[in-house]
């Protein structure tokens, strides 16, 4: 704690550090997080790992993995679900915008709202929603994980890109997963918080994706016109719709197969008949939430809520302690769910799922490796091209020494590297799987 720091009935976990000129009145924070130059946090939460500096945050629930600086504020009662960052400027739900009392923001993993975004309430997101810059004049209901959405002034529209991610910041949304794992600095780790973008939250959001956007009917460019998505009688437009159709389709197929590569390895599995025997018999797709960044089967957290309210759970004990279960049964979870989903995205039961097609779809799994390590090297490469981002060095060799060669690009070399270990781990995989 440092100076000039006022704090009124609150909880500080391990490892936090709260200085210069805070005021927090009525909040937790939990292991390992900041907060810092004047900094307002009032009837809070705030997660693992993450720091609010020079703002003001009211009546929130901030899961793990959160950034926000540079003089942005929560006007009403908000739930962000962690690896999220808010830019400068941003006002996170305008207060006041009916005669009821002020509503609410839900924001799925991986919220990022840009420089001066202002939203208003209620509003919600799936899972890495990234907003363009700009005033939102109504309520926004974003169904569709990895979209950027941006409000086109000039033609009075709501535009959306689904996808957007994949195809144009592969860079930033790799390196985010990687930076939070390397950041969560937890000596306790009570919870078992998931970092993946393709898990089994984003993944069923995909599924229902699929769903909404593989019914809608486009022009020759790719575009659609929805309703439904904003409080208004004005267009909303989606763009590149194909693309984020066969993106989805991919990422879900991708997902399935790492999973069960991974689990293949860790087990040292050695043929095809011992595989099918650890998998999962079930067919249908399991429900999942986003409990505090852990995320758990939804049939297990109405359980924990049928348990709590008969007496079965009595105390606090008890109920850390089923986190604890669930974070242990998460890994076996996690693989009967992306195995599950991969059945379902190609429409095969578990009969069809043979060795021939576990082989080609390992062979797959690495075009899309290779796929995504390319949009990580162009989508950093960028900022080497762009005119505008190097007009203010005199020469490349300038440029080279201050913000490092491309090649040299840490973060580069370890996906590469990645995707090197993987094709041996597949043609190791390949050679035994009869």
């Known amino acids: 704690i440092g100076e000039g720091c006022e704090l009124v009935n609150g909880i500080v976990g391990y490892g936090c550090r709260v200085f210069y000129g805070v005021k927090a009145v009525r909040f937790v924070l939990s292991s390992h997080s900041q907060l810092k130059y ?3 946090l009032i009837n809070s939460f705030l997660g693992n ?3 609010i500096s020079c703002c003001e945050v009211l009546n929130s629930l901030i899961f793990p993995a959160h950034e926000q600086h540079h003089n942005n504020s929560f006007l009403c009662a908000a739930v962000v679900m962690g690896q999220s960052n808010m830019a400068a400027g941003a006002t996170i739900g305008s207060n006041h915008n009916s005669r009821a009392a002020d509503g609410e923001i839900v924001a799925g993993r991986g919220f990022w709202p840009g420089l001066c975004v202002s939203l208003k309430h209620n509003s919600k ?3 890495f929603t990234i907003i363009a810059k700009g005033d939102f004049p109504a309520e926004l209901n974003i169904p569709v994980p990895f979209c950027l959405v941006s409000n086109d002034v000039a033609k009075d529209r709501l535009v959306i890109i689904p996808g957007y991610w994949f195809m144009h ?3 930033a949304l790799a390196r985010n997963e990687w930076k939070y794992i390397t950041r969560d600095r937890r000596t ?8 993946n973008y393709l898990a089994p939250d984003t993944i069923n959001e995909l599924f229902v994706a699929l769903k909404i956007i593989g019914k809608l009917k486009c022009d020759k460019d790719g575009t659609a016109e929805i309703t439904g998505w904003e409080n208004t009688k004005r267009k909303t437009l989606l763009t590149k719709v194909p693309n984020a159709i066969l993106i989805f389709k991919e990422l879900i197929q991708y997902y399935g197969i790492m999973e069960i590569l991974n689990h293949i390895r860790q087990n040292k599995i050695s043929n095809f008949a011992a595989l099918k025997k650890t998998l999962s018999a079930k067919i249908q797709r399991s429900e999942w ?3 505090g960044g852990q995320l758990i089967q939804k049939t297990e957290i109405e359980k924990l809520k049928r348990d709590i309210k008969s007496g079965k759970v009595k105390n606090w004990v008890e109920l850390h302690n089923f986190y604890k279960q669930q974070g242990v049964a998460y890994k076996t979870d996690k693989l009967n769910h992306a ?3 991969l059945l379902e995205i190609l429409g095969i039961t578990p009969k069809q799922f043979t060795p021939i097609l576990l082989k080609e779809l390992l062979k797959q799994a690495l075009v899309t490796r290779e796929w995504m390590c390319k949009g990580i090297f162009d989508s950093r490469a960028k900022d080497y091209s762009n005119p505008f981002r190097k007009m203010i060095y005199d020469t490349n060799e300038e440029m080279n020494k201050v913000i490092g060669r491309l090649e040299d690009n840490s973060f580069i070399q370890q996906q590469l590297a990645g995707l090197d270990e993987m ?3 597949v043609k190791a995989v390949v050679k035994c799987m009869k």
């Open 169 to 171: 910041n592969m860079y």
């Open 423 to 425: 094709k041996k781990q």
């Open 289 to 291: 939430l986003n409990i």
């Open 188 to 195: 306790e780790k009570i919870q078992h918080i998931e970092y």
């Open 38 to 40: 004047g900094a307002r």
């Open 125 to 127: 997101f799936a899972a």
């Open 49 to 51: 790992n993450s720091t």
């Open 339 to 341: 195995y599950t989903s």
